[in-house]
């Protein structure tokens, strides 16, 4: 089966395609953004990558000037078009309503005997239903779809309601399982783990800074490990003499951590803390459940509350402003080990269930499901 995938590249968007590679389909990626270049790691698919820019020579100059700008850069939909010609796909492929489904709806209606594939992500479908011209798009996107993933449950039912048609494939992992080997080192026991590890994200969406404010009310004497730290974080954490009083490291956006070395600190954590005020099923939250750490973790629209049940294998943050509560959560663990020993046993179950392989075997019986009907 021709398969043209439809996506801005992405970690995400790499991890998920890998599971297609020697899956004997014929994969073809245009890039929604259309400058981005040649992507080695993903030599198996042929890419359409660069073809925005009709002027490749000093083209970041071009870029800067509004009325030469709609010149120099070549239609979205008009693009589209022409490689889906050129490729004839059997299934198009579009990762992210807003951003790769509705520039390329009208050609897609225009071919609609072509099969189309929408995977939602993290706040596609739930942060943007709220907000009048992405609820256009999801409006006139979604009858259109043949079939779907989400990463979470929630997203497929709101899916539903939002007047999405097609058959659901099932939620999984927006990058596919995890490479449950890749540290090279067995799973720490609790007895062995020593750090809280924290995703310092600050913005529209996330709110890394209430958990720094919550750990800057109680008594924490385990070193605490800050990773894509907002830079709102180092600044609040720069005026707080009690939190300068705790054994705090950050790792910026930028000069961060590779994700082996990630890996390694979260083998290492007790605590995994993510807050946010929306999100899909968050990643960093399944990373930390394959690697041992409690997490406590925010859950927008019930989407962690899929994988956590509060207080057995995790603690669920109902309101990411509710600053009292997150610090609560952290004493309360910290106090129990009965509950992360618990916890512990419990997600080394979950974490089968989230291995590259098995992920990837379930992935693709789904796009062998889509070939049958095809064939038929």
Same mark, same amino acid.
């Given at each position: @089966?021709?398969?043209? @995938?439809?996506? @801005?590249?992405?970690?995400?968007?790499?991890?998920?395609?890998?599971?297609?590679?020697?899956?004997?389909?014929?994969?073809?990626?245009?890039?929604?953004?259309?400058?981005?270049?040649?992507?080695?790691? +993903?030599?198996?698919? /042929?890419?359409?990558?660069?073809?925005?820019?009709?002027?490749?020579?000093?083209?970041?100059?071009?870029?800067?000037?509004?009325?030469?700008?709609?010149?120099?850069?070549?239609?979205?939909? !008009?693009?589209?078009?022409?490689?889906? !010609?050129?490729?004839?796909?059997?299934?198009?492929?579009?990762?992210?309503?807003? %951003?790769?489904?509705?520039?390329?709806?009208?050609? %897609?209606?225009?071919?609609?005997?072509?099969?189309?594939?929408?995977?939602?992500?993290? =706040?596609?479908?739930?942060?943007?239903? #709220?907000?009048?011209?992405?609820?256009?798009?999801?409006?006139?996107?979604?009858?259109?779809?043949?079939? +779907?993933?989400?990463?979470?449950?929630?997203?497929?039912?709101?899916?539903?309601?939002?007047?999405?048609?097609?058959?659901?494939?099932?939620?999984?992992?927006?990058?596919?399982?995890?490479?449950?080997?890749?540290? *090279? &080192?067995?799973?720490?026991?609790?007895?062995?783990?020593?750090?809280?590890?924290?995703?310092?994200?600050?913005?529209?969406?996330?709110?890394?800074?209430?958990?720094?404010?919550?750990?800057?009310?109680?008594?924490?004497?385990?070193?605490?490990?800050?990773?894509?730290?907002?830079? /709102?974080?180092?600044?609040?954490?720069?005026?707080?003499?009690?939190?300068?009083?705790?054994?705090?490291?950050?790792?910026?956006? #930028? *000069?961060?951590?590779?994700?082996?070395?990630?890996?390694?600190?979260?083998?290492?954590?007790?605590?995994?803390?993510? #807050? =946010?005020?929306?999100?899909? %099923?968050? *990643?960093? +939250?399944? &990373?930390?459940?394959?690697?041992?750490?409690?997490?406590?973790?925010? =859950?927008?629209?019930?989407?962690?509350?899929?994988?956590?049940?509060?207080?057995? #294998?995790?603690?669920?943050?109902?309101?990411?402003?509710?600053?009292?509560?997150?610090?609560?959560?952290?004493?309360?663990?910290?106090?129990? =080990?009965? %509950?992360?020993? +618990?916890?512990?046993?419990?997600?080394?179950?979950?974490?089968?269930?989230?291995?590259?392989?098995?992920?990837?075997?379930?992935?693709?019986?789904?796009?062998?499901?889509?070939?049958?009907?095809?064939?038929?």
């Amino acid at each position: @089966m021709k398969i043209l @995938m439809v996506a @801005m590249n992405s970690i995400h968007f790499r991890r998920w395609t890998s599971q297609l590679e020697k899956s004997g389909h014929e994969i073809y990626w245009f890039d929604i953004k259309g400058a981005g270049g040649y992507v080695p790691s +993903m030599d198996y698919v /042929e890419q359409h990558s660069d073809w925005r820019l009709r002027i490749k020579k000093g083209r970041y100059f071009f870029k800067k000037v509004p009325f030469l700008k709609s010149f120099i850069e070549k239609d979205v939909a !008009k693009a589209f078009e022409k490689y889906l !010609k050129e490729v004839q796909p059997d299934l198009v492929h579009s990762f992210v309503l807003y %951003m790769s489904c509705a520039p390329i709806l009208e050609v %897609m209606k225009k071919h609609s005997h072509i099969k189309w594939l929408y995977s939602a992500w993290g =706040n596609d479908l739930y942060f943007y239903q #709220n907000y009048p011209d992405y609820n256009k798009e999801i409006d006139a996107v979604l009858p259109h779809l043949d079939y +779907m993933f989400a990463d979470c449950v929630r997203d497929l039912e709101l899916a539903k309601k939002l007047g999405f048609k097609g058959e659901i494939l099932g939620s999984y992992p927006g990058g596919g399982g995890y490479h449950l080997d890749l540290i *090279n &080192e067995p799973v720490k026991p609790v007895s062995e783990r020593d750090i809280i590890f924290v995703k310092g994200y600050q913005g529209d969406k996330h709110r890394g800074l209430n958990v720094l404010k919550a750990i800057e009310k109680i008594e924490v004497t385990e070193p605490i490990h800050v990773f894509s730290a907002s830079d /709102e974080l180092i600044s609040y954490y720069r005026t707080s003499e009690n939190l300068k009083g705790k054994d705090i490291v950050f790792y910026g956006k #930028n *000069n961060g951590l590779s994700h082996q070395e990630f890996c390694k600190l979260m083998n290492r954590s007790l605590l995994y803390i993510g #807050n =946010n005020l929306s999100d899909g %099923m968050p *990643n960093t +939250m399944l &990373e930390a459940i394959c690697f041992g750490a409690f997490p406590i973790q925010s =859950n927008p629209g019930g989407a962690s509350a899929e994988i956590i049940t509060n207080g057995k #294998n995790g603690i669920l943050i109902e309101d990411c402003e509710d600053i009292d509560f997150i610090a609560d959560a952290i004493v309360k663990a910290l106090a129990d =080990n009965e %509950m992360l020993e +618990m916890a512990f046993q419990e997600n080394m179950q979950v974490r089968k269930r989230l291995d590259y392989e098995y992920i990837k075997e379930r992935v693709l019986e789904k796009y062998r499901s889509i070939e049958l009907t095809l064939q038929n």
